[in-house]
């Protein structure tokens, strides 16, 4: 009794939908730009965590060290500085290194070769560059630096980086909230399309709703269609923002890539990795979201 009662239910969803076709498609759309939203959302959150990371592997501190200073008195102060709690790891470089990398850096420009060439001599200094072992203790690093006493040390490039990394936080963090309040502005017009069409939908059939009650239909059975549609409209919704969103991420990974140079990240990678976490949680929200929706109506306009 319960198979055939069921597919008869089925039955009636797909005649409700095909009959209000134009509401039906509506409501698709409202719940797909809500589904796009969110997945920006995530998108954004992602693409904000791999900037902050990049920015925290390029933090560095420098601390340039006297001409005349000799190796031995160098190799000291760079394990001093090793043995510091703050410090992953400390690069020397000589003065000729930093003339190559100097060099390097400016090989397109003539000008500037020119000019070092006319000097006649390296007019860099030694370098001492040291890794935070973690940026969260960049305050605490900067003042151990500062309380080392050497005679080496001819001056300090102490970047307020922190000061850039909170920035970037706090710029993530408002995108987060914007994309929060859009993603819940779109779930609740979707919430009220749902409830018109069920509503409308009800009120088309209010005749068949009475006779069924009459004949002892029970409140399973009316209500079930109108459950069934709101499945139908999240299957739906969730097929077109997948093929809608990775052809966009698709045009949106080269650009990453560009503008990541040094860091590794492949949107696309992620949303495949966590395909059944990501699409699946969304098709199960989407269909909360619609029976919700579906039972707020059938249970005020079906009423006999």
Do not use: C
Request: proline share 3%; hydrophobic share 50%.
């Amino acid at each position: 009794m319960f198979i055939p009662s069921f597919f008869r239910a089925i039955k009636f969803s797909l005649q409700d939908i095909f009959r209000n076709i134009w509401l039906s498609i509506v409501t698709i759309i409202i719940l797909i730009l809500a589904l796009f939203s969110v997945n920006m959302l995530i998108t954004v959150d992602l693409i904000s965590k791999a900037a902050i990371n990049s920015i925290r592997q390029k933090i560095d501190v420098n601390l340039y060290i006297k001409t005349d200073a000799v190796d031995s008195q160098i190799l000291a102060l760079k394990a001093r500085l090793s043995g510091m709690d703050q410090v992953k790891d400390v690069t020397y470089i000589s003065k000729a290194d930093a003339l190559e990398s100097f060099k390097q850096r400016h090989k397109a420009n003539p000008e500037i070769l020119d000019a070092l060439r006319e000097l006649g001599n390296n007019p860099l200094t030694p370098v001492l560059v040291i890794t935070p072992k973690d940026i969260d203790q960049y305050d605490q690093l900067i003042s151990s630096l500062n309380s080392i006493n050497s005679d080496i040390i001819e001056s300090r490039n102490f970047d307020d980086h922190k000061a850039l990394l909170d920035r970037i936080n706090s710029i993530s963090g408002k995108v987060s909230e914007a994309g929060i309040m859009l993603s819940a502005m779109f779930i609740f017009i979707t919430l009220l399309v749902v409830y018109n069409a069920i509503r409308v939908a009800i009120y088309t059939h209010r005749k068949e709703i009475a006779i069924m009650r009459l004949v002892g239909a029970s409140n399973w059975f009316i209500r079930a269609p109108y459950l069934f549609s709101s499945i139908v409209y999240a299957a739906l919704g969730m097929l077109f923002i997948i093929g809608i969103f990775y052809p966009f991420l698709t045009i949106l990974q080269p650009y990453l890539e560009a503008f990541f140079i040094d860091y590794q990240i492949n949107i696309l990678a992620y949303f495949n990795a966590h395909f059944l976490q990501i699409f699946g949680l969304e098709f199960l929200g989407a269909v909360v979201v619609n029976g919700l929706a579906s039972v707020i109506a059938v249970g005020k306009y079906s009423r006999g």
